[in-house]
């Protein structure tokens, strides 16, 4: 991706490695941001391709402290799609669209011959209204800031997994955590809580958003690893396939980083929230290890959180 | 008069060298001096021509027992030098001149004496009632003690040491000034008036008694049971008495080791009480400068010593190897647990602040000194094979002495290299001028405590730089920590295949130019995305390799969980037989139905032929022997790295011992065996690859146990060891088609000695030349070398051409 974005996007644009974003300020308070989504199964406990595409585009705004307002979304369509597949798609970004506080106002529809594209592939742009007066940036963080984090992990990934392969159909209660974030940003803007850096764990999980920041900021992360919630049929799954729940996709958790003062209080208000009922406080921003991300485990023993090339799953030493 | 002068590197400082020359120069009537350099020792002198010709005769020839002369220039002397020295007003007329710093070109790479473990005269001293040393931890001379451990530049003098916080006293001076004596002018010495002295803490680091009491308490409740981590040379060993299985057991619990063997350290080998058998070669290793533990065969008799490394054929085992140790053993008067002071795979601890820290809930007390250790180094291990010691570790007593091999010759082409190493056993290394020098074993680079490590021992390397440009080497596999953190450096990196690393380390090594490398081990990422482990590589001396062949494959459910849950790999070989039609499902769980993990099994073999989400494919010999080891019930659960594997060789061992058969008739018993089972391993070719078909060994095994009645240990241990002649036959089978006529075999298999020799026999028979490696560990620990080694090659011997068939690596 790093390589895309360097060798070919960035020069042809005439831009800097800066000024791209998942969602960047484009004047007057708005800011835009944009969102493709081509995932297999359209359809999965808890969702689908729609609640993804709008939640996925209105938490990327979210996350920089802008309320989503607008969406266009624009849509591709195999050849020979039922029409009672989108018709519970289209549904699904009605509703979800609804309860993120946003409205559906431009729109692209374009069918593509039968086996150029995966059923349906949505992709979704939306402006908002920028809230802070400071942007939310990895860059802000400070040694002693806490870290925070808005629910369990890990529950999106296996969700989709439970349909993608049958040998995990028995996992079929977990449901994925997709939803919008903005209620619970919102949240604490109004009680005058102030996210520093805030971020959602989609690709990669937790531990990419961690090792991110702590590579963003030039300082050590200090994670209590127990304090990472997850859900035991998520644990179980994870254990049989040898996956890691830090990494796995989530589509409604976001890591916030704020200061020390304001710890507690952010930590309820997220609980005050159906989607933040597991909000847990997981570590902390230090001055040592810099650039790292150190995940403490009981027992005294740690591991370090590398940003991993997912080029093997599960991963192999 | 005429004057010469010599310029000496090689191992030569720390070791007594200079007094050597001393005395020397003084019998033969010489005027003039010896100093130390920052590369060696300059010796320059006066004199008559017959006297200097000597002179550089004995410098040719000599040294001292500990040193090693690499390189030796001579010049004669400019007459204003040899003006100089008729001059110089020194009434001695030859003396140890002031060591020479740093600057000007360095020629040859510095070299330090390892840490060496204590000399008899030492030894004598500190049992002498009438010596002021008697009892002394920190007794040392010029032929003995911390050197690696201990210093802080070079060269090697007391004032760059920790010892200078220690300054002499006047009886210890006075021996430092002693030509005579062998003290003189060595850097570490010290006595109980002037040196480090021992403290006896509790685990919360309060201090309870010190010098010789701190020693008598420590051994009284050691003796009584008690765990009390020890300081010693290279860091913390955690230590119980090795004959009470209560206290032994109590040492796992704490450390979270459930069943990794213990080393244990002992003054004697009798006193194992005939458990192991030791052989001339092993004897000459435990008794050696390096004193690194050895893996001993158990000849099932004698002291069980329950508890310390259950199930597996042999012992490790090392003699006292500083006077500390030795000191502490008499005080207990049993062989005594000596394992590393870590916890869960971090490095080893060794500065007193850590230990607390993080072995306080381990230990019950920490005896600890002043002498301030300055780098970790842990113990070697070496375990014979083939009638040779192979280390399996490399640490204290080998670090850091530069290694020269016959392969690497002509390599110097102006560039170094760095070999980063693998995620696990990880150790780094710098490659200059043909000259191979490797930091001391690391191992899991998993924690944050460890990378922080892994960059101090590249920096290390570094400061031993002579080249302008350095290129870093790497393992393909990018979620590795070696090539993560080489990411974050912003320099030249290369990358080098896993399993060629294995193969070039051990070429160089062998000094061959081309040969079939046999690389068997746990898990290595290969060019095609799978995962390696059980290949057989063409490797050459330009850094050229190509696969001819590997095991067949099968898939792993789970990924690297499978190397700690044997049950994943029995899963994953079990659906590759039901698939090939070798064995039924109702055979299956008429064997295993009743087993705890048949849930499991079950679970794992229907995702393992689904071949879903979680699975891996692997040509993996490393799990091949954990599903083996499974299936004969010799493990159940979760185990240790590579515990399975142990275990079947273990039990494969026991065999022997049932038949009686010494180790030496391991070819008898081979040859009845093979005549026995008749065919050998079936191959089948894929593309330019010959792929090895196991099945039919482990369908051997299968059968084994299905005929099994009687004593079940016996059947148990027969099937063991008839999956260890059918897979050594594989190795046979691809040779003999391949039609090499050099062949290495390595990759941590290889440390299975009886895997080894088996193989040896059989290759032998066909009058192939076979290589084992010796001093570069043939598992993961050796990886940083084949990866200096081949990057060197495939620039220094093809023009920087990269291999075409490095496709891969050209990315990267």
């Given at each position: 991706m790093q390589r895309l974005l360097e060798g070919i996007f960035l020069p042809a644009f005439g831009v800097g490695m800066g000024e791209l974003g998942d969602a960047v300020a484009v004047g007057g308070g708005w800011?835009?941001?944009?969102?493709?989504?081509?995932?297999?199964?359209?359809?999965?406990?808890?969702?689908?391709i729609g609640t993804l595409a709008v939640n996925g585009t209105c938490n990327d705004l979210a996350m920089v402290g802008a309320e989503p307002k607008f969406l266009a979304l624009t849509w591709i369509l195999e050849?020979?799609?039922?029409?009672?597949?989108?018709?519970?798609?289209?549904?699904?970004?009605?509703?979800?669209?609804?309860?993120?506080g946003v409205r559906v106002i431009a729109g692209d529809t374009k069918v593509v011959p039968r086996g150029k594209c995966d059923g349906l592939y949505l992709s979704a742009a939306g402006i908002g209204m920028m809230q802070m007066a400071v942007l939310a940036d990895a860059k802000r963080l400070e040694?002693?800031?806490?870290?925070?984090?808005?629910?369990?992990?890990?529950?999106?990934?296996?969700?989709?997994l439970s349909v993608r392969d049958s040998n995990f159909g028995f996992v079929g209660g977990v449901e994925s955590d997709c939803c919008g974030l903005w209620k619970m940003v919102k949240g604490l803007l109004e009680a005058g809580v102030e996210p520093i850096a805030m971020r959602d764990c989609t690709r990669g999980g937790l531990a990419t958003v961690l090792a991110e920041w702590a590579e963003e900021s030039g300082f050590g992360l200090e994670i209590e690893e127990w304090m990472v919630p997850v859900i035991e049929p998520v644990k179980g799954v994870c254990e049989l396939m040898g996956y890691d729940p830090m990494y796995l996709a989530c589509e409604g958790r976001f890591v916030l980083a704020v200061k020390r003062e304001d710890v507690e209080r952010a930590v309820e208000i997220l609980r005050s929230y159906e989607e933040g009922v597991f909000a847990e406080r997981i570590g902390k921003v230090s001055k040592k290890m810099g650039g790292r991300v150190v995940a403490r485990q009981r027992y005294g023993t740690e591991r370090v959180l590398d940003r991993l090339s997912g080029e093997i799953l599960p991963r192999i030493c | 008069m005429e004057g010469r002068v010599w310029e000496i590197s090689g191992a030569v400082q720390g070791v007594g060298f200079r007094p050597w020359v001393y005395r020397v120069a003084r019998g033969l009537g010489l005027r003039g001096c010896v100093r130390n350099t920052p590369t060696g020792v300059r010796v320059e002198a006066i004199g008559s021509e017959a006297a200097l010709a000597r002179m550089g005769e004995e410098l040719r020839n000599g040294g001292t027992p500990a040193g090693r002369v690499r390189r030796l220039r001579e010049r004669a002397m400019e007459p204003a030098e040899v003006w100089f020295f008729t001059n110089e007003s020194k009434k001695d007329g030859f003396w140890i001149g002031e060591s020479e710093g740093a600057g000007g070109g360095v020629e040859d790479m510095p070299q330090i004496a390892p840490d060496l473990a204590m000399c008899r005269e030492c030894l004598a001293e500190i049992r002498d009632r009438g010596s002021r040393r008697w009892k002394y931890p920190f007794t040392t001379c010029a032929y003995c003690g911390p050197r690696y451990t201990i210093f802080e530049g070079l060269p090697f003098d007391r004032e760059r040491t920790v010892m200078r916080e220690f300054p002499l006293c006047a009886e210890c001076e006075a021996e430092y000034r002693d030509a005579w004596d062998r003290r003189f002018h060595a850097q570490a010495i010290a006595c109980p008036r002037c040196g480090p002295w021992l403290r006896l803490l509790d685990a919360r680091g309060r201090e309870l008694t010190v010098r010789e009491e701190a020693l008598e308490v420590a051994g009284r409740v050691l003796r009584e049971?008690?765990?009390?981590?020890?300081?010693?040379?290279?860091?913390?060993?955690l230590m119980v008495r090795a004959d009470g299985r209560e206290g032994v057991l109590r040492l796992r619990r704490r450390k979270r080791r459930e069943w990794k063997p213990f080393a244990m350290v002992c003054r004697e080998v009798g006193e194992l009480g005939g458990a192991v058998r030791v052989s001339k070669e092993e004897m000459a290793l435990l008794r050696s400068p390096a004193a690194p533990i050895v893996l001993l065969e158990r000849t099932g008799r004698g002291p069980e010593f329950s508890g310390v490394a259950d199930g597996v054929s042999c012992l490790g085992v090392m003699l006292a190897s500083n006077p500390l140790q030795w000191l502490l053993l008499e005080e207990v008067g049993v062989p005594l647990v000596a394992t590393s002071g870590n916890v869960s795979e971090m490095p080893i601890c060794y500065e007193v602040e850590e230990g607390l820290a993080r072995l306080g809930d381990v230990a019950d007390f920490f005896l600890v000194h002043n002498r301030r250790v300055v780098r970790r180094c842990d113990d070697s291990v070496v375990r014979v094979v083939a009638g040779e010691g192979r280390l399996v570790r490399r640490g204290r007593g080998y670090v850091p002495l530069p290694l020269e091999l016959s392969g690497l010759r002509g390599l110097a082409d102006g560039v170094e290299y760095i070999g980063v190493g693998g995620h696990q056993k990880n150790c780094v290394c710098l490659l200059s001028r043909g000259e191979l020098l490797l930091g001391a074993h690391l191992g899991d680079l998993g924690t944050e405590r460890a990378r922080e490590e892994w960059r101090r021992d590249v920096e290390w390397l570094k400061g031993y730089s002579r080249e302008a440009r350095k290129v870093y080497v790497c393992d393909w596999n990018k979620d590795y920590g070696s090539t993560i953190e080489l990411e974050r450096m912003a320099v030249e990196v290369e990358a080098v295949q896993h399993h060629a690393a294995h193969g070039f380390a051990a070429l160089a090594e062998a000094g061959w130019e081309e040969a079939l490398a046999v690389v068997w081990d746990g898990t290595g990422l290969g060019v095609d995305g799978e995962i390696w482990g059980g290949e057989f590589l063409e490797v050459d001396w330009r850094g050229q390799w190509r696969r001819v062949g590997h095991l067949g494959r099968f898939v792993l459910p789970g990924g690297e969980r499978a190397a700690r849950e044997p049950v994943r790999s029995a899963a994953g070989v079990l659906a590759s037989l039901v698939k090939g039609g070798v064995v039924e499902l109702g055979e299956i769980r008429w064997l295993w139905g009743l087993r705890a993990e048949w849930r499991r099994l079950e679970t794992f073999l229907r995702l393992a032929g689904d071949e879903g989400e979680g699975c891996v494919r692997t040509t993996s010999a490393g799990r091949l022997f954990d599903a083996v080891a499974w299936m004969v019930g010799l493990v159940e659960g979760e185990v240790s790295e590579a515990q399975a594997a142990m275990v079947l060789e273990g039990s494969a061992w026991g065999y022997l011992r049932r038949v009686g058969s010494e180790p030496s008739a391991i070819r008898q018993l081979l040859v009845r065996e093979v005549e026995e089972i008749g065919v050998a391993v079936r191959m089948r070719e894929e593309g330019e690859n010959l792929i090895v078909e196991w099945e039919e060994v482990v369908a051997g095994v299968i059968r084994e146990m299905l005929g099994a009645k009687g004593d079940r240990k016996a059947e148990l241990e027969r099937a063991a060891w008839r999956w260890h002649v059918g897979i050594a036959r594989a190795v046979e089978a691809v040779v003999r088609r391949v039609g090499s006529g050099r062949v290495i075999l390595t990759g941590g298999c290889f440390q299975n000695r009886l895997l080894g020799e088996m193989v040896v026999e059989l290759l032998g028979a066909m009058g192939v030349e076979i290589f084992l490696p010796r001093e570069l560990p043939c598992n993961d620990g050796g990886l940083s070398a084949g990866q200096a080694i081949g990057a060197a090659m495939r620039r220094g011997r093809q023009g920087g051409k990269n291999f075409s068939g490095d496709k891969m690596e050209q990315g990267n």
């Open positions: 800011v835009l941001s944009t969102d493709a989504h081509v995932v297999s199964p359209l359809f999965f406990p808890g969702g689908d050849e020979g799609l039922d029409f009672g597949v989108l018709r519970r798609i289209a549904e699904s970004v009605g509703k979800a669209a609804e309860a993120n040694p002693g800031m806490e870290l925070i984090l808005s629910g369990d992990v890990g529950r999106h990934a296996i969700a989709v | 049971g008690a765990i009390v981590a020890v300081l010693g040379v290279g860091g913390f060993h």
